[in-house]
């Protein structure tokens, strides 16, 4: 508890609450500040419980805040009819597990009050829905509700993407850079070909050569997305043909007698439910609702009111105490029914936690049922396909790990290049610098020799040779590349078509094999799911028995155990008494005296002659106390008396020894 208490402190001092609170001024609050320091951290919570409680009325203080708890999955530890008086009067041990619960979770609790205020459902009563304008307008609200529910986790994804801003910039500013880049080269390569003849018509035939690859890329990508549509309709087709298959041969194997045990089963867990379950869940709404209307209904509660039916409780808890132990004193009858009262209120435990673990079973099926219908319509929605399982979901991922694998390749190649890159620019770097140094050393030269510029003139006329050189030689390469790659690509276009020719052949025949294939392991599948099913079914029917036998088992030995314990404490007691008597009418003195009885009045002489002599020294002690203390001062004013003799005696000879010193001082003047 004071863990507890020293985590809301911490807490309640930090942001955004700033309460300044120790554990002794938090520990003192009244129950009214304590309702509000709740009242704060729900509203930083939910902001629609800013209010101030003191202008609000109890009651509706306390459905308020039992709402938003509600809301937020709160589940209180103890009775709810407790909880909700200890909310009416500020009690601690209440509002401190509140406190502790919320201000440990309070980031992903405000996630959960701001979905609330979107996804609570309002509850419209069945008689309001046949009303056509309502019954559409609650639809536009569901279709809205799932509306937001989808957006709101398509923008928890983008969040957690981990895409930020600087990344973006980023991106950006290198795109327009190797933008410009390109529009540097393009410019390069346009004053290029410009000098070269007929370049307009060569451009133009460049152009429709790239126009006609794309045709051809958007042709192949069609053709693959259609081939895709119809493998994905095939593979539906045999996936209804393998579920009405399933059906059919269910439907023959089907036994009266499987049928009619399956709808007994059934019939049994709603009867149970019917008569069992929910009669004793409604009572206890019932009695809570009462209980509640009852509180509800009676005026507001003072201090004095509150102590007296403490006052109350606590009578009647000693009441039921007392009862319950004389009922153990006199019922020995019901001793020995209460062990089979147990057990029977322990399966009855068990057969309502298993009734309400089938029916969230149940209701989790559903639920999955619901969410897979969902995912499958949205992934068609997306990309038109089935969702990928079993082997295809198989081939997929080992399709992406070839990729992956490729990737990684590829980017150390690119690690390396990038590395090699920097080298080479070091070395380009130099080799400038040397460079540099050359040309000044010759510049020098020339200047000596007075042909200063003759190296620059030099240069030059190379590189405008080199450069009429390089321009004759691509205007015939580039001829002569480009009727060479036509001729390339028909080749290409042919060999491809040559070769792909038997590998279709041999492609169709394996295709229908495939078929065959795989609708036999579908039907293999199916027999051996069900049979695992089966077997799943009966283990956990024996792992449950024997987990039932051995409960009952340990509960037999506890039983057992305790039992004897109590059987040998009580033979215990029995031979002591025993003992006892026969020590007691004992006629040997000896032996009698040997009993507790004669032990304990023996003991008692003893302490009752040891009192009277203490009484007796006590008296002695009291009479001469006067006399005694008269005494004592008087030895005490002799010791002073002694004590100041002796001060003067030291004082008089140190006076002596003095004089002594000052006299021989003299003497010894007078010689010299």
């Given at each position: 508890m004071?863990d507890?208490l020293?985590f809301?402190?911490?807490?309640?001092?930090?942001?955004?609450?700033k309460?300044?609170?120790?554990?002794i001024t938090f520990d003192s609050l009244?129950p009214?500040?304590l309702?509000q320091?709740?009242?704060?951290?729900l509203a930083?919570?939910?902001?629609k419980?800013?209010?101030?409680?003191?202008?609000e009325?109890?009651?509706?203080?306390v459905?308020?805040?039992?709402?938003?708890?509600?809301i937020?999955?709160y589940?209180?530890p103890?009775d709810?009819s407790t909880?909700?008086q200890g909310?009416?009067?500020?009690?601690?041990?209440v509002?401190?597990?509140?406190l502790?619960w919320?201000l440990?979770?309070?980031?992903?609790l405000k996630?959960?009050?701001?979905?609330?205020?979107?996804l609570?459902?309002?509850e419209v009563?069945?008689?309001?829905?046949?009303?056509d304008?309502?019954?559409e307008t609650?639809?536009?609200y569901?279709?809205l509700?799932d509306?937001?529910?989808?957006?709101h986790?398509?923008?928890e994804?983008l969040k957690?993407s981990?895409f930020s801003?600087s990344?973006?910039r980023?991106?950006i500013s290198?795109?327009?850079e190797?933008?410009?880049?390109?529009m540097?080269?393009?410019?390069?390569?346009k004053?290029?070909v410009?000098?070269?003849?007929?370049?307009?018509r060569?451009l133009?035939i460049a152009r429709q050569?790239?126009v006609?690859k794309?045709?051809?890329?958007?042709?192949a990508?069609?053709?693959?997305?259609?081939r895709?549509?119809?493998?994905s309709t095939?593979?539906?087709?045999q996936?209804a043909?393998?579920?009405l298959k399933?059906?059919?041969?269910?439907a023959?194997?089907a036994k009266?007698e499987?049928?009619?045990?399956?709808?007994e089963e059934?019939?049994?867990?709603?009867?149970?439910?019917?008569?069992?379950?929910?009669?004793k869940e409604?009572e206890s709404?019932?009695?809570?609702?009462s209980?509640?209307?009852?509180?509800a209904?009676?005026?507001e509660?003072?201090q004095?009111?509150?102590?007296?039916?403490?006052?109350?409780i606590?009578?009647?808890?000693?009441?039921?105490?007392q009862?319950i132990?004389?009922?153990?004193r006199?019922d020995?009858?019901?001793?020995?029914?209460?062990i089979?009262?147990?057990q029977?209120a322990?399966?009855?435990?068990?057969k309502e936690t298993?009734?309400e673990?089938l029916?969230e079973?149940?209701?989790e099926?559903?639920?999955?049922?619901?969410?897979?219908?969902?995912?499958?319509?949205?992934a068609r929605?997306?990309?038109?396909?089935?969702?990928?399982?079993g082997d295809?979901?198989k081939?997929y991922v080992?399709k992406l790990?070839?990729k992956?694998?490729?990737?990684k390749k590829?980017r150390q190649e690119?690690?390396?290049?990038?590395?090699?890159?920097?080298v080479l620019?070091?070395?380009?770097?130099?080799?400038k610098?040397r460079h540099?140094?050359?040309?000044?050393?010759l510049q020098v030269?020339e200047?000596?020799?007075g042909?200063?510029g003759?190296?620059d003139?030099q240069?030059e006329?190379?590189?405008?040779s080199?450069l009429?050189?390089?321009?004759d030689?691509?205007k015939?390469r580039t001829?002569?590349d480009m009727?060479?790659?036509?001729?390339?690509?028909?080749?290409?276009?042919a060999n491809?078509k040559?070769?792909?020719?038997?590998?279709?052949?041999?492609?169709?025949?394996?295709?229908?094999?495939c078929?065959e294939?795989?609708?036999?392991?579908?039907e293999?599948?199916?027999q051996?799911?069900?049979c695992a099913?089966?077997?799943?079914?009966?283990?956990?029917?024996?792992?449950?028995?024997?987990?039932?036998l051995?409960e009952?088992?340990s509960?037999?030995?506890s039983?057992?155990?305790?039992i004897?314990?109590?059987?040998?404490?009580?033979?215990?007691?029995l031979?002591?008494a025993?003992?006892?008597?026969k020590a007691?009418?004992?006629?040997?003195?000896?032996e009698?005296r040997k009993?507790?009885?004669e032990?304990?009045?023996?003991n008692i002489s003893?302490q009752e002659?040891l009192?009277k002599k203490?009484?007796?020294?006590q008296?002695?002690v009291r009479e001469?106390?006067?006399?005694n203390?008269k005494q004592?001062?008087m030895?005490?004013?002799?010791?002073?008396?002694?004590e100041?003799?002796?001060?003067?005696f030291?004082?008089?000879q140190n006076?002596?020894?003095?004089g002594q010193?000052?006299q021989?001082?003299?003497?010894d003047?007078?010689?010299?």
């Open positions: 004071s507890q020293k809301i402190v911490e807490r309640l001092n930090k942001e955004p609450f309460k300044n609170y120790n554990l009244e009214v500040q309702l320091v709740l009242n704060d951290v930083e919570i939910d902001p419980n800013s209010v101030d409680i003191r202008e009325m109890p009651d509706q203080t459905k308020r805040m039992l709402s938003v708890l509600g937020l999955k589940k209180p103890g709810m909880f909700r909310l009416v009067v500020g009690s601690k041990p509002i401190h597990p509140v502790y919320l440990q979770k309070i980031n992903e996630k959960r009050a701001y979905l609330a205020r979107y609570v459902k309002l009563p069945a008689e309001f829905l046949q009303d304008i309502v019954s609650n639809k536009q569901e279709e509700m509306n937001f529910k989808i957006l986790k398509e923008c994804q957690s981990g801003t990344e973006i980023r991106d290198a795109m327009e190797e933008k410009d880049q390109l540097k080269r393009v410019e390069r390569l004053k290029r410009e000098t070269v003849q007929n370049h307009q060569m133009e050569l790239r006609e794309e045709r051809e890329e958007y042709l990508q069609q053709k693959q997305t259609l895709n549509q119809l493998d095939e593979m539906k087709l996936r043909q393998q579920q399933n059906m059919r041969h269910a023959a194997d009266p499987g049928l009619m045990k399956r709808l059934e019939m049994k867990f709603n009867s149970y439910m019917v008569s069992e379950k929910l009669p409604l709404k019932k009695h809570t609702l209980l509640l209307q009852k509180v209904s009676e005026p509660m003072d004095s009111d509150l102590t007296e039916l403490e006052t109350k606590h009578e009647v808890n000693l009441e039921i105490n009862l132990e004389k009922r153990m006199n020995p009858m019901d001793d020995k029914l209460s089979f009262r147990q029977a322990i399966i009855a435990r068990k298993k009734a673990e029916q079973a149940k209701e099926i559903s639920n999955l049922e619901k969410e897979i219908a969902q995912k499958s319509s949205q929605d997306i990309d038109g396909s089935e969702i990928l399982r295809e979901f081939r080992s790990r070839g992956s694998s490729v990737f590829k690119l690690a390396e290049l990038g590395a090699e890159c920097g620019q070091r070395t380009e770097q130099i080799l610098q540099e140094s050359v040309q000044q050393q030269i200047q000596k020799r042909i200063s003759y190296s003139t240069e006329l190379e590189r405008v080199a009429k050189s390089e321009v030689e691509m015939g001829l002569d009727s060479e790659m036509v001729k390339k690509l028909n080749s290409i276009i491809k040559s070769a792909l020719a038997p590998v279709i052949q041999e492609l169709r025949p394996l295709r229908q094999k078929q294939l795989t609708q036999e392991y579908d293999k599948k199916a051996y799911d069900s099913a089966g077997l799943e079914s009966n283990r956990s029917k024996l792992e449950q028995d024997v987990r039932g051995h009952e088992c509960q037999a030995e039983q057992y155990h305790y004897n314990l109590m059987k040998k404490g009580v033979e215990v007691l031979q002591r025993a003992d006892e008597m007691y009418v004992s006629p040997d003195s000896q009698r009993s507790i009885r032990q304990y009045t023996r003893e002659n009192g203490l009484r007796e020294k008296k002695t001469s106390h006067a006399p203390m004592v001062k030895w005490r004013d002799l010791e002073n008396l002694m100041c003799k002796k001060m003067c030291l004082k008089q006076q002596g020894s003095i010193v000052i021989e001082g003299g003497e003047r007078l010689i010299l």
